[in-house]
């Protein structure tokens, strides 16, 4: 049974509230998607600013759109989109 990027997704807005503290992101996702990563990816600017709101020094996830951004990060086969030249057949 092949799972797809957007049933993934639609399980992961189900399991997520609507806002939650940035810190829990990786006991709520399992460690799917690690806070750290998160932080580093933020601080490139690697994602939408609007995927976060701040109360007081707490960075809280607005899930919606962080999951539209996460969904850009997804692939359904391991590996690279694209062979790689010189390599395989």
């Known amino acids: 049974m092949q799972v797809s990027i957007d049933s993934v997704v639609a399980e992961m807005q189900a399991a997520l509230p609507p806002i939650f503290a940035g810190k829990s992101l990786d006991v709520l996702t399992g460690d799917a998607i690690v806070w750290a990563s998160v932080q580093n990816a933020r601080s490139r600017r690697e994602i939408p600013s609007d ?29 690279y989109d694209k062979e790689r030249a010189g390599h395989g057949a």
């Open 51 to 79: 995927c976060f709101i701040y109360s007081g020094r707490k960075v809280l996830i607005r899930r919606d759109p962080f999951l539209t951004w996460w969904r850009t990060t997804l692939r359904e086969r391991p590996g």
